[in-house]
């Protein structure tokens, strides 16, 4: 059984950078067929998909986030990581990992997480 | 950011049937796979639908998926009270000028 469990801290200052690192179990981040993906949801709002990782080190960011994100993998630990620069009150949300699918079926594509992790609040507050 | 729009609330009472909405464009669920997820409050969301129409293990067949143009619905039949939940649809969107992956706005489904 796969599982995946965020870890890093619940309290960031503005203008910060935010941390989280997901840990991956009874699963290797280095198999070919996945996208270790991060997605964050508001408190009280919807889902926001910020990016992903193969685990070649290739990404795709949210446009939105891209000039503040950088998601990274560490092979040897099993582990995938978040960063999120100049951080403001926007950014406090649940910060869900996730492993991610493709499945491409002549010019249709399907992209969907089938494991995800419990989630963590990340607060930015002075 | 949501460029997949949903209602904001459905309900209905235990054994009815409840169908939800997901609105897209050419370039998201016209063109691609549109996927569904079940939250329960204070957890992290679950795959419900995959593929349009396609249900994962373990799924009861009372919930199911389909997709006619940029458009798409869930449908929960034979309602009960472990459904109410919120319900979000999401599809790859081929637009250079947004995310790649979008979520819906979001439905929060009441069983009354």
């Known amino acids: 059984q796969v599982q995946l469990q965020e870890s890093g801290p619940g309290l960031v200052k503005p203008s910060e950078t935010l941390s989280l690192t997901c840990t991956v179990s009874g699963g290797s981040v280095s198999s070919g067929s996945y996208y270790w993906s991060w997605i964050r949801q508001p408190p009280g709002k919807g889902l926001e998909w910020i990016g992903y990782i193969y685990y070649s080190g290739s990404t795709n960011y949210n446009p939105s986030l891209k000039s503040r994100v950088t998601i990274s993998v560490d092979t040897s630990k099993n582990q995938f990581s978040l960063k999120l620069s100049s951080v403001t009150a926007a950014d406090t949300a649940v910060y869900y990992c996730a492993r991610g699918l493709f499945t491409i079926f002549g010019v249709v594509r399907g992209y969907y997480f089938d494991y995800w992790g419990q989630g963590t609040l990340v607060t930015v507050s002075s | 950011q949501s460029v997949l729009t949903q209602p904001p609330s459905a309900s209905g009472t235990p054994g009815q049937r409840v169908t939800i909405s997901c609105s897209g464009s050419s370039s998201n669920i016209g063109s691609n796979y549109v996927y569904w997820y079940q939250q329960l409050p204070g957890t992290a969301p679950k795959l419900l639908i995959y593929?349009?129409?396609q249900r994962p293990s373990g799924v009861p067949d009372r919930f199911s998926g389909s997709k006619s143009g940029t458009s798409a619905s869930l449908a929960i039949s034979g309602l009960r009270s472990e459904d109410e939940a919120d319900y979000y649809c999401a599809a790859w969107d081929d637009s250079l000028s947004g995310p790649p992956y979008v979520f819906g706005t979001g439905t929060k489904v009441t069983v009354l």
């Open positions: 593929r349009n129409n």
